[in-house]
């Protein structure tokens, strides 16, 4: 079991990226209120579900899953940062939903970034 759980991470962080493109791509209409409220509607909502669809997809793979990572903390580190300064931690009556996925998120990219240490080529020495 020990083997697969940092598959099992990397499949729960893409799964929770990959969902969530169709609202970004299909211009959902809470996605474009939270895009326009942190002035970045359309074309950050559309740059960041792209980046999310790379991330999402190097996650899946194990020798890229550290570069995956890497963009998913960087991505929903900038979520977080926009709930706590712009958006408040519940949006529309989510209960917060949003925010605490972006949290477990995080968090798991930081286990998955470090457990993929080995692969980063100029740390790990390894391709």
């Keep these: 079991m020990k083997k697969y759980i940092p598959f099992i ?3 729960a962080i893409a799964i929770i990226l ?6 970004k791509f299909s211009a959902h209409p809470d996605s474009v209120y939270i895009f326009t409220k942190v002035g970045l509607e359309p074309i ?10 790379f991330a999402g997809i190097l996650l899946l793979f194990k020798k890229t899953a550290w570069l995956g990572a890497t963009l998913t903390l960087g991505i929903i580190g900038g ?7 712009q958006l408040g931690i519940e949006i529309n009556g989510d209960g917060g939903v949003l925010f605490y996925t972006a949290l477990v998120t995080f968090v798991l990219s ?7 240490k ?3 080529p100029f740390i790990g020495h390894k391709l």
């Design 44 to 53: 950050g909502r559309i740059g960041i579900g792209i980046a999310e669809l």
């Design 18 to 23: 990959l969902q969530t493109l169709r609202f």
């Design 118 to 120: 080995k692969n980063i």
């Design 110 to 116: 930081a286990i998955v970034l470090y457990i993929s």
């Design 79 to 85: 979520a977080i940062l926009m709930h706590l300064t």
């Design 9 to 11: 991470l990397r499949l």
